[in-house]
């Protein structure tokens, strides 16, 4: 089980204690992402005419939209992850077949090789039994 963590943050310009299982590096991760959204809506023009209930309500706002979009984008990753997957499949499925076609050409080539091979002494052999007869004959 991991240990523990308090760790003190800063947000907002004020301290405080973050605790959790997670490492000290990703709760002071979490704490730089909301200060960021306070500097965010800090530095727009409106936010001198916003009271702390709307500011932290905009805070909000921008967080869940930061959380729908990489959703979003999380599963536009996993449907082309998935698209990639059948893809690849795909293509080993046709290199075995195609590999599978070149063995028995292999095989194809080889036999007719032999059978080459083998009509070619047939005709050297044919070609001396010819040169023989024709030599007999004009005995």
């Not at 089980?1 to 991760?29: A, C, F, P, W």
């Not at 965010?40 to 706002?61: G, H, M, V």
Request: proline share 0%; aromatic share 8%; net charge negative.
């Amino acid at each position: 089980m991991n240990k523990y963590h308090d760790t003190e943050v800063i947000i907002n310009n004020k301290r405080y204690t973050l605790s959790g299982y997670e490492s000290e590096e990703y709760l002071q991760k979490v704490a730089s992402y909301i200060n960021n959204k306070h500097n965010a809506i800090r530095n727009s023009d409106a936010y001198k005419f916003l009271d702390t209930e709307l500011r932290n309500i905009l805070i909000q706002i921008n967080i869940a939209d930061d959380y729908h979009k990489a959703k979003d984008k999380i599963i536009e990753i996993e449907a082309d992850n998935e698209s990639k997957s059948k893809e690849i499949y795909d293509l080993k499925h046709e290199l075995i077949s195609t590999q599978t076609k070149l063995d028995s050409a292999q095989k194809e080539i080889e036999e007719l090789k032999k059978e080459l091979n083998e009509t070619q002494k047939k005709v050297v052999r044919l070609e001396t039994e010819l040169s023989e007869v024709e030599k007999k004959r004009y005995q």
